[in-house]
């Protein structure tokens, strides 16, 4: 019987371990995934070991595999259910019981900086804008920073940009980049009058982020992007941050403690929001992507709060070399809508479509 790294969804296992420690390619044994590196379930044992410990057996608490899903996204593939995931980490522990035992995390003393961030948060939109009296360790967060950073190969080479066409006339390639700093109005990642580059990974994911209505025709540019760029990737903090890259236990349950708190910036730069109160909510987004703008880093990628895509805020639009524009028609917009004066949880989908 052998796994592979697609088992467990961890991208340190998958770059990193595996690769090092298989010696063939093939079908795994327990996702079925094909054409796979593979290893012994044993191979990883090390490195489990060294997870396992940072939790302590407790009656109270919940099942490993439950654990390892929960805080680290572990046996994400669509096949491992708990079963699955209960047999191959039984065979990487070498020990039926364990598995079946239950567990807690192990009581570190971290300060929760989900909580620090909500502070700071309250008072950058409300109070001071620019001398908050609130504080985050912010070396603690370039640190935490510095696991979210994507190899080249795994960010799109070409990006997409959008604008509504106001007329039958198409814009032009000089037309498509980021505004003027005069004109530069706030957004979700740049204050006023700093210019970032919205881009987006699909041309459908670039025009649903422009909000248009049925019928209306959107020019979408292709933007190549450098190999040389270096971005953070907020999008899914747990599929980033591998616990088995990590010294010890200690450090372990630190990232533990920190990953909430990094999937709160993630939300900051997709949750709805308002155009009427744009210019206030979009305040904490806009400090924690300066911020990342100040450690060096050329850009941010989130998830689309409007579709399936990713979305890439370029600090500086001069990385990008535009390419060829492209006219759309807009023939259908989705709209989910939830009553929730008579508190109905069900969304009920309406569609507009067009001719």
Request: aromatic letters at 10%.
């Given at each position: 019987m052998k796994c592979c790294a697609e088992c467990f969804g961890d991208?340190?296992?998958?770059?990193?371990?595996i690769p090092l420690k298989s010696k063939e390619i093939g079908t795994c044994s327990y996702c079925?995934?094909?054409?796979?590196?593979l290893v012994a379930p044993q191979d990883l044992g090390e490195y489990f070991d060294l997870l396992v410990s940072s939790y302590r057996a407790d009656e109270s608490g919940r099942l490993l595999v439950e654990w390892f899903r929960n805080d680290w996204g572990l046996f994400s593939h669509v096949r491992m259910d708990d079963s699955r995931a209960k047999d191959l980490l039984a065979e990487i522990l070498d020990d039926g019981e364990i598995v079946r035992e239950k567990f807690l995390p192990t009581a570190i003393d971290a300060t929760n900086r989900l909580i620090e961030w909500e502070k700071l948060r309250d008072e950058l939109m409300y109070k001071n804008r620019f001398f908050p009296e609130a504080n985050i360790d912010l070396d603690r967060l370039e640190h935490l920073l510095s696991s979210l950073t994507p190899d080249r190969s795994e960010i799109p080479s070409v990006w997409s940009r959008a604008r509504i066409q106001p007329s039958n006339q198409v814009y032009g390639v000089a037309d498509m980049g980021a505004p003027p700093c005069r004109t530069a109005s706030h957004g979700r990642a740049n204050p006023a009058g700093i210019p970032y580059l919205y881009l987006a990974s699909t041309p459908q994911t670039a025009v649903s982020e422009i909000r248009p209505h049925t019928g209306e025709r959107a020019c979408v540019c292709q933007f190549a992007m450098p190999d040389a760029i270096t971005v953070v990737d907020?999008?899914?903090?747990?599929?980033?941050?591998?616990?088995?890259l990590l010294e010890d236990a200690e450090d372990i349950g630190r990232m533990r403690a920190d990953l909430p708190f990094l999937e709160r910036l993630g939300e900051e730069l997709t949750r709805p929001v308002l155009p009427q109160a744009a210019a206030?909510?979009?305040t904490p987004s806009q400090y924690l992507?300066?911020?990342?703008?100040?450690?060096?880093y050329q850009g941010v990628l989130y998830r689309s709060s409007v579709s399936d895509g990713i979305n890439l805020a370029l600090f500086d639009p001069s990385l990008a070399n535009a390419g060829d524009v492209s006219q759309?028609?807009?023939s259908r917009v989705s709209i989910d809508v939830k009553d929730v004066t008579a508190g109905d949880k069900q969304a009920t989908t309406v569609t507009a479509a067009g001719d």
């Open positions: 991208r340190g296992l998958r770059k990193n371990i079925g995934s094909n054409a796979v590196a907020l999008r899914g903090p747990k599929t980033m941050v591998s616990p088995f206030i909510d979009y992507c300066e911020f990342i703008k100040k450690c060096g759309y028609l807009v």
